[in-house]
């Protein structure tokens, strides 16, 4: 979702509706999708997908955010504009200019297995959830790998709150398969 400033809560419940339609339409599922916890107080979702490449090709495509993010959730419309800093305490930033933003920071680099990220991507960031968001990359015997997305949340749970982690989950779900994606296409 494009935004340059903050949704108001009370257009939160529509938003939520809206994109669950669209990402529906236009999001293919990951191999995996799962809702693993639920309460008021937070959630952790995850996403797997099995790649035919090894740990080292995932890692440097995950880390080249810029080639398999979603334009269309960013800030302003440009996936190029996104850069990981895979080190302790970087930036999972997007710079156009003075238009900027911290979408998360890393806290947690084991080249070629795990990266942790902690914050909230895009609106999670205006409506008080925190979430630390993981990818673990596993080999796959015989070749190839498994990537593991998982998103753990906190905070102050919209009153849809069911609705509103479908839409997360897919989300994630979309964004770990633009990733998958690629990887297909390089291991052909």
């Known amino acids: 979702m ?5 949704m108001p ?5 529509m938003a939520l509706v809206l994109l669950a339609a669209l990402l529906s339409l236009t999001l293919a599922p990951s191999a995996r999708a799962e809702v693993r916890e639920s309460s008021e107080h937070g959630f952790v979702l995850e996403n797997v997908e099995t790649v035919p ?3 080292d090709a ?7 955010i810029a080639r398999w993010w979603p334009s ?12 990981i800093n895979p080190v302790a305490g970087g930036c999972f930033c997007e710079i156009d200019g003075e238009r900027q933003a911290e979408h998360m920071r890393v806290v947690f680099v084991e ?3 795990i990266l942790r990220l902690t914050g909230g991507l895009g609106p999670l960031q205006g409506i008080g959830i925190n979430g630390i968001l993981e990818f673990r990359i596993d080999d796959i015997l015989g070749g190839g790998s498994t990537i593991t997305l998982s998103y753990r949340f906190s905070g ?3 009153q849809e709150r069911d609705a509103f982690i479908e839409v997360v989950d897919r989300v994630q779900g979309g964004q770990l398969g633009g990733l998958g994606k690629l990887l297909r296409e390089q291991g052909k």
């Open 2 to 6: 494009i935004r340059t400033e903050p």
């Open 9 to 13: 809560r009370t257009g939160l419940s």
């Open 53 to 55: 490449v090894g740990r």
């Open 58 to 64: 995932v890692w440097a495509a995950l880390i080249d």
């Open 72 to 83: 269309g959730h960013t800030w302003w419309g440009d996936a190029s504009k996104l850069s």
């Open 111 to 113: 080249p070629g297995q």
């Open 156 to 158: 102050q749970m919209p």
